[in-house]
């Protein structure tokens, strides 16, 4: 889907307006969350701007740091004794539980750091309803589009 420049109108893929002529259009896609029809460079991976933002959540960003993971120096006896899954869960437990402002700003930096792979995270999201790590609304709304 293409929209006209000039006077608006939309129309499928064709170099011409077929309403007025002109030849400057606007490529148009639909954001896979929340089917707006969307400009170009608003939307990356099919996530729209705005869904970007708004799933920018801490719940998010945990989710997607299970994906995307990090390799961090810690004391190889507490890492020997613990082993990675309960050094997650201990470490998960104790950032939900950080300063919530903080934790917030930092969620939304650490998405749009990585902006290809975060939005790529976000499209995959909506084909794994059970993985879902965003917030209740989102699933509500996946779960009435299914
Ligand atoms: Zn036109
Ligand atoms: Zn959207």
């Known amino acids: 889907m293409v929209r006209c420049k000039s006077c608006g109108y939309l129309f ?5 307006c ?5 030849q400057f259009v606007d490529e148009l896609e639909e954001c896979v969350f929340c089917g707006k029809s969307v400009t170009k460079p608003y939307i990356w991976n099919g996530v729209c701007s705005d869904c970007q933002k708004q799933y920018a ?7 997607f740091g299970e994906r995307y ?31 919530q402002e903080t934790l917030s700003k930092d969620a939304v930096r650490f998405c749009e750091d990585d902006f290809d792979c975060y939005t790529m995270y976000l499209n995959e999201l909506k084909d794994e309803p059970d993985k879902i790590h965003v917030r209740n609304r989102l699933h ?7």
């Not at 499928?12 to 011409?16: E, F, K, L, R």
């Not at 077929?18 to 002109?22: F, M």
């Not at 890492?79 to 950032?95: A, H, K, M, Q």
């Open 140 to 146: 509500k709304k996946l779960k009435r589009r299914n």
């Open 69 to 99: 993971t990090d390799v961090v120096e810690i004391n190889g006896f507490v890492s020997y004794f613990l082993g990675s899954d309960r050094i997650n869960e201990i470490l998960t437990n104790y950032v939900r539980n950080a300063n």
């Open 57 to 63: 959540t801490v719940d998010t960003a945990i989710g």
């Open 12 to 16: 499928s893929n064709q170099d011409t």
């Open 18 to 22: 077929p309403s007025c002529g002109s």
